[in-house]
Every structure is written in C-alpha cells, then in structure tokens.
C-alpha cells in the first residue's frame, strides 16, 4: 500500500511531524500555500534589515533539545543561542522601568527593593511554578488530548485546586504591588488567555521565564526554521511552495488525497498543520466535526498589529525584548476578550534584535518590530493601523526620551487581514485557541479526525496548545497518532 503521508502548511508543528514521520518510514511532502517556508515564523528582508515576523521570543530551550535530541541531533548543530542579559525592560512610565535580569537571584532582590517581603514568595512560586513545569513537560503536554483521564495522575489528583484557580489568582493573593503583579502575570500572555482565565496550573510559564531564562538564536528565530527543514529534508521530506489546497478528497470516509493548483495529488494520509477551521472548509460539509457556531464560541488567543521598521540611528533607553505597560492592562484586555474592538490605549511590545545581533540591520542603524494584541475579527484598515502607528511612536518617544519618528527610513503592517490573506487564520487571530480551563488538553479539536479515516490535525488550535515550544510537540504528538490510529502498516513510536 502507497504510504505517502500530505502535510499542508510548513509551520514548526508540521516541520517536526514530518521529520518524526520521515523517520519511522513514511513517504513525506509537505505543501505550502506560501512562497517561503516557517508559516507564521517568516522572515523579512528590506534594505539591508531582517525582522522575524512573527515569534521573536525563544523560551523553553528544553523542548528544542529534546525535539533534535529525537534525531541524534542539537541545536547547536545549527544554530548558536545567546542568553538575553536582561530578558527585557518593562516601562510603567519615563521614569518607572523595571529590568528583568538573567539569574533568578538578581530577580528577587529587583522584587524586594520594590516591594519589601515578596522575595519569599516569589521563591516559593517559582518552587510551584518549576514543579508544574516539570509535571507538563516532561509528562501531560505529550499526551494526545484524547479523553479526561490523561490529566488524571498520582499527581494531578493532588493538585486539582490549581485547574480551578487562576494564575491571577495565586498571584494577586501575596504580591501587592500593581507592577509585580503585571510581570508575574504577563508569561501566561503566550497562552492566549487572560490572566484571570488562565488556571493556576500553568504557572509552570514563569519558570520558562525566571527559571530558564530569555534566549536568542543567532540570526533570528527564522534559524530555527531553516534548522528544522534541513533536519526533514536529510530525512527524505520533500517540500513544495506555492501549493495551496484547494480541496481534500474523501470517499466512503476514507481520505485518498489533496488537490493542489487544479492538480490532485494522491495520499494515503493527510496531516493538517494549517488553520483548523480553514481544512475542514476543504472537506464536503459531511465529513467536518466542527460547525461555524463551535467555532464561533470558541475563545481564540490574540491577534495582533505589527509593525515592521528600520531606523537610521541606534535607539536608546530599550534593550532586545522591552514592554511597555504605560496603560491599563485590564482595559485593554476587555477590548480583546470581553467585547472585541480597538482599544483606545493599548500596551504594546517591542523588539530590537538589532541590540543584540549586527546581522538584523545595517551599521548603525536599528531594527524594531512593534505589537499591539488586539480581538481576532475586528475591522482592519490602513487608515486604523497609521492611526495606531502614531500613538505608539509618540509614547514611545515619551517613554524613552528620545525623538525616533524623523529617523524612520521605513516601516510595514502586519494585521488581521494579512492573518486570513497568507494563514487563512481564523477571523485573523495570531495565537490560536486560548488556554482556558474549557480549552485544555482533552477539550481542544482533536488531533484525530473524528469522520474521516487517516485525517489529522497539528498545531496551535489543537494539543497542547500556542507557542513555539507547544508547536513542536504538536507535531510529535500527530506523528504518534499516525503511526498508531491509521490504517497503513504499523510503525514503532517515535518516541
């Protein structure tokens, strides 16, 4: 029987679910709607300056280890990582900054001289936090998201409190200071949820930030791209661009194959690491588990207004990864969950990689990427993101102290539309389904096709969930379940 495996999209969850799959037997390709590779980690290029255009933040060095570990392999086989010395800089105002350090030492005595006493508690949080790190990672966030009982441990049994408490919650309960508060609470950001919603479970995202530390790959996280491909095409994946699916082809429940560019392609397999909802619009309305109204009340993770621009001068006052917090977080966050629009002050993140890497832009000159997160769906037009562009420049000129709006030579938007255009993001969000307690593990889409025989799915809406490292195991997982629900002959685990 032909064992060819189709993956659509060629993001992080669908690069390791291919090399996993390559490597237990499977005749791989991957086929990408776009003219580069890395989904929503590509990279642009203009004018001798590179920007990472979507993550740019490279928290849990531990689960890339283990991916290439997976193949014999390290990341430093093909790329070179640098620890960030701070993480980043937060601004509450031009004269209220806070730098996050590289050791968790130093974090805790830049907690005590603001607020007196929270040492201690920032010790036994973070204590908590790498205990529920070391339960996720190594243990419940590989599982396939298949039924209740994989949350359900000699572990977990004993901590169930922590599923039904938010992570605002256990924060709010000791630390005092309004700011504290908001470093403590803005990892789990990177989980699309609020705070407030986010169960206290995954505070194991503040070990990931005081316990491993902010990191740099040498080059961009578009290295971690080109890595990935190289390892799946030493594997025997193949990789074609411009192939967008126009259809996948099922008969009798079984799927035979995609059609791509009026040509159709015969599979035995397909995996999805494209939008979930968007495949399943490929499929004849029979074979779809989800309806509109599913996913219509599901809550997604952010999507965001980016700015890409270069600078003919070195800025000052801001360092690779810096926040700013100038503004009510909680009213911002009512305008991205509670009643989707445009908020009318919103915090934003900025970073300069150009700080720490010569190779982002030319001699003396800087490259930025600005973020506002907005509500996935609302109006986007060119006349909205100026509008924004200069609300933010004139607080950051505030913020920083220092003129840049003169020394721009150019600057691009990314936003909603462009999420639909080149991901056929759903409603254009960024991140995914958020992490909340409704959305977790067992609850999220499945990674199996409920109505279609060997049809899966991979990445950010399903297990375990958004972010780069979960993409990576996303993609294990599928390639796991492939090998162990579909109706080919049968391989061992890729484990």
Not at 251 to 280: C, M, P, R
Not at 419 to 442: R, V
Request: proline share 5%.
């Amino acid at each position: 029987m032909n064992q060819k495996v189709i993956i659509i999209g060629s993001g992080f969850s669908s690069l390791a679910a291919s090399s996993y799959l390559a490597k237990a037997g499977y005749n791989v390709t991957i086929l990408e709607k776009n003219r580069s590779l890395g989904g929503r980690a590509r990279k642009l290029e203009r004018l001798g300056f590179k920007f990472d255009m979507g993550p740019t933040w490279y928290w849990m060095p531990d689960v890339f280890e283990s991916f290439f570990e997976d193949f014999e392999k390290r990341p430093s086989d093909y790329y070179q990582l640098e620890k960030l010395s701070p993480a980043y800089k937060v601004y509450f105002d031009e004269n209220d900054t806070i730098d996050i350090a590289d050791s968790f030492k130093a974090i805790c005595e830049t907690f005590e001289t603001i607020e007196p006493g929270s040492s201690k508690y920032l010790i036994d949080f973070i204590q908590s936090a790498k205990f529920n790190y070391e339960v996720a990672i190594k243990d419940l966030v590989y599982r396939p998201g298949e039924s209740i009982t994989e949350l359900i441990t000699p572990v977990t049994v004993k901590r169930t409190h922590q599923f039904f408490r938010s992570v605002s919650a256990q924060v709010r309960s000791k630390i005092k200071n309004p700011k504290l508060r908001q470093i403590l609470e803005f990892p789990v950001l990177f989980l699309g949820a609020k705070p407030s919603n986010t169960p206290s479970f995954y505070n194991f995202m503040n070990y990931a930030d005081f316990g491993l530390g902010t990191w740099h790959p040498v080059g961009g996280m578009y290295e971690v791209v080109k890595a990935m491909v190289t390892l799946a095409t030493s594997l025997g994946v193949e990789i074609k661009t411009n192939a967008a699916i126009s259809k996948i082809e099922v008969t009798n429940k079984q799927v035979k194959g995609v059609w791509v560019n009026e040509e159709f392609i015969e599979a035995s397999i397909v995996l999805s690491g494209a939008d979930y909802h968007h495949t399943e619009t490929l499929l004849d309305k029979q074979y779809r588990q989800y309806s509109e109204k599913y996913w219509n009340s599901r809550t997604f993770a952010p999507s965001s207004l980016l700015f890409y621009v270069g600078f003919n001068k070195k800025l000052e006052n801001v360092e690779h990864h810096t926040l700013f917090f100038d503004a009510d977080f909680d009213i911002h966050a009512k305008h991205i969950y509670d009643h989707p629009s445009w908020p009318e002050k919103p915090l934003f993140y900025a970073s300069f990689p150009s700080i720490t890497d010569e190779s982002f832009a030319p001699e003396g000159k800087e490259a930025g990427v600005f973020l506002i997160p907005l509500a996935p769906g609302i109006e986007d037009t060119e006349a909205i993101r100026e509008n924004y562009f200069n609300q933010i420049m004139d607080r950051f000129e505030n913020l920083t102290r220092q003129s840049v709006k003169k020394n721009i030579i150019f600057k691009e938007s990314y936003c909603v539309k462009d999420f639909i255009n080149d991901y056929n993001s759903y409603k254009g969000n960024a991140y995914g389904l958020a992490n909340i307690l409704t959305q977790t593990a067992f609850l999220r889409p499945k990674i199996k096709s409920k109505k279609v025989e060997n049809l899966f799915f991979t990445g950010q809406l399903t297990v375990p969930g958004p972010g780069v490292p979960p993409s990576l195991i996303s993609g294990k997982i599928a390639a796991n379940s492939i090998i162990k629900h579909a109706k080919i002959p049968k391989y061992e685990t890729v484990i």
